[in-house]
């Protein structure tokens, strides 16, 4: 399993069903916790992301003073400070850092990692199905995963100086027209 997450109210059991996963192969795990105690417990141990839904308030407000098409940054109490940001991928190859290419193509900063791709499903066309048609699909981020125009991506950061970095390839370049 690439990605095992833990999203139930009670805390303990997050952190359990977390450390469980590791300990069967899980590549990564993340708990939701709530308590300040517990995500202060959970540092140092193989719980590699632990989200806290009250620092994601922070997160909502951040937004509003990024550049591109940053969608969120999440400051979370996590076992290493991790720090995450998602976007829209807008433009193509031509325009767009990201658009059309596989992530080991993609020049991440250093330590950051594409954690996941929310890829809406599209009609006929190629346009997005409007709200309440088909569920979008979640992928788990591969090297030889391509990201797509209109892909939601969320990339983790150790640093959060990094998130500048991360704002960057997001922007489109000059020549794209919406």
Known sequence: MDLFLALTNDDEDNIMACLL???????????LINRQAYADLVQGTQIDIAISPAHAVI????????????????????????????????????????????????DLPAGARIGAI?????????????????????????????????DHVIIFVPRKRMVREIEKLFQVSATFMF
């Open 21 to 31: 996963a590791k300990r069967m192969g899980a590549r990564r795990v993340l708990a």
């Open 59 to 106: 997160g909502e407000l951040l937004a509003h003073v990024r550049r591109g098409d940053v969608e969120a940054v999440r400051v979370q109490p996590a076992p290493r400070r991790c720090r995450g940001a998602g976007g829209v991928v807008r433009g193509d190859r031509k325009t767009s850092r990201m658009a059309g290419r596989r992530i080991e193509e993609i």
């Open 118 to 150: 929310v890829r809406a499903c599209t009609g006929p066309t190629g346009s997005e199905v409007e709200p309440g048609g088909a569920k979008p699909n979640v992928i788990i981020a591969h090297h030889d995963t391509v990201i797509a125009q209109h």
